[in-house]
């Protein structure tokens, strides 16, 4: 596919699907193709060649960056870990899929066991979602409104698949919340681990 490389990583799947469909009907001119008039029109708006096209801004995985180094210092971050299941590679995610890898899972886990020796501590099962803070909605809707029935929409960044998951996770015991900022995350998962025991349950 086009697009530039950055980083070793073609840049392709951050296109609009208008920018894409653009770069194909210039290939299809390079391949000296008959393109329609909406596909000249397409080619017509593209950028000048030599104008650098800025990077694309990823808030989430800036502060999915901020949340893994922060929890690194925490006590409980052996207990912590992000859960990988996304891929930008088709091959790559076909492979997965066949493998039985699902997609919607809450981005991060937090599995703390209970420690007999110092009773009653009770074991911490928590996942957490975390969204960029462009979706944090203006006013915020009522406690917990993730586990809310779905109508089929995405809210504030979450998409149905991952609203099912949160909900069946939630049914299943765990303790579950959707942040907008890794420090917003960093403080409810401080909040689940509770203090720092006198022997760590590892």
């Not at 000296?32 to 593209?46: A, F, N, S, W, Y």
């Not at 000048?48 to 690194?72: C, I, N």
């Not at 009770?122 to 979602?129: D, S, T």
């Not at 998951?165 to 995350?185: H, N, Y």
Request: glycine share 6%; net charge positive; charged share 25%.
């Amino acid at each position: 596919m086009s697009g530039r490389m950055r980083n070793g990583r073609s840049d392709w799947d951050s296109y609009t699907v208008t920018r894409q469909s653009a770069e194909l009907a210039l290939m299809k001119l390079h391949a000296g193709q008959q393109l329609t008039d909406r596909e000249q029109e397409l080619v017509r708006r593209l950028p000048e060649p030599g104008k650098e096209r800025a990077p694309p801004v990823q808030h989430e995985a800036a502060q999915a960056r901020h949340l893994a180094v922060e929890a690194y210092r925490r006590w409980w971050y052996p207990g912590w870990t992000a859960i990988e299941h996304r891929t930008a590679y088709a091959r790559e995610a076909d492979a997965r899929g066949q493998q039985g890898v699902k997609t919607g899972l809450p981005d991060s886990i937090l599995l703390i066991p209970g420690s007999p020796w110092q009773m009653p501590r009770q074991p911490v099962r928590c996942v957490c979602e975390l969204k960029a803070p462009s979706h944090e909605p203006k006013r915020y809707p009522r406690d917990a409104w993730w586990l809310r029935q779905c109508d089929g929409k995405t809210h504030y960044g979450l998409r149905p698949d991952q609203r099912w998951w949160l909900r069946t996770m939630a049914a299943c015991g765990f303790a579950t919340f959707v942040a907008f900022s890794a420090i917003e995350a960093l403080e409810w998962l401080d909040e689940q681990a509770g203090p720092r025991p006198e022997v760590l349950p590892w």
